[in-house]
């Protein structure tokens, strides 16, 4: 398996602090069958600060460590960026890490609880670029739950969405599986991936996740999703179905 999305790269954000946890997770990676993760540091969130080179270097010097102790992943440098209005002239500066340095993929992240106004028209100068924007784990977002129509809206005009495997499996509870749910059946995600940060709390559940698909959707979907990942690391074109709205339960009632 590919992860596309792990905060593996220790001591830059709220992922592995030292070399000894990224080790750690690492290994934890390969237990479940997972052969290259793409680093995604913080960026821009309010409290962490990650640019391309600096993550470059320590992608490289995690993958000396791991040749050392004879672990079998492969790391790929990314990133993953709070939305911010300064996005596209901080690409061009050199400042912006696309997945893998190809180009052609760059993970966004919402705020947890809103969609800015820009969102929409700043996604689209991202896709002017020649890029892109995956919108990470929205199933998180409680706008975009309360009102998935937001995200409808982006999909159809291009954006690709990765949900996260601990969201799946229910680690952040019954609301966001089911959402979760809801985004795989109304074509509205892509991808899934980690964003682990530890091996204790925020683990891995990739294997757990892809039992899930393909027990619930068959190995058709899982298929498609791990294809996608590959896609985006040799930034290549993905498969995308075309979207449909999440589709909201009618309740009977005495009125």
Not at 69 to 94: H, K
Not at 217 to 235: C, P, Q
């Amino acid at each position: 398996m590919i992860d596309l999305h792990c905060h593996i790269l220790h001591g830059i954000d709220d992922g592995a602090q030292t070399m000894e946890d990224s080790l750690h997770m690492a290994r934890q990676a390969v237990h479940e069958g997972i052969h290259t993760i793409v680093a995604t540091p913080h960026h821009q969130n309010g409290k962490y600060v990650n640019e391309k080179n600096e993550i470059v270097d320590l992608v490289s010097a995690l993958n000396n460590q791991l040749l050392q102790e004879n672990i079998p992943l492969t790391i790929l440098p990314g990133q993953e960026s709070r939305i911010y209005g300064d996005i596209i002239r901080d690409y061009r500066a050199g400042k912006i890490l696309t997945l893998n340095h190809t180009n052609k993929y760059i993970f966004v992240e919402l705020p947890s609880s809103q969609v800015p106004q820009f969102t929409e028209r700043l996604l689209y100068d991202i896709q002017s670029q020649g890029l892109t924007p995956i919108i990470v784990h929205p199933e998180r977002n409680s706008r975009l739950i309360e009102e998935p129509d937001i995200l409808y809206n982006l999909v159809n005009k291009g954006v690709m969405t990765q949900i996260t495997a601990s969201s799946l499996t229910g680690r952040f509870g019954k609301k966001i599986k089911k959402f979760s749910i809801d985004l795989i059946e109304a074509n509205l995600t892509h991808m899934i991936a980690s964003d682990a940060h530890n091996v204790s709390g925020r683990n891995f559940h990739m294997q757990e996740a892809s039992e899930f698909i393909a027990s619930e959707y068959g190995l058709d979907m899982l298929y498609m999703f791990y294809e996608n990942a590959e896609a985006i690391i040799n930034g290549h074109a993905c498969f995308k179905d075309t979207p449909d709205k999440v589709k909201k339960k009618k309740f009977l009632g005495i009125f």
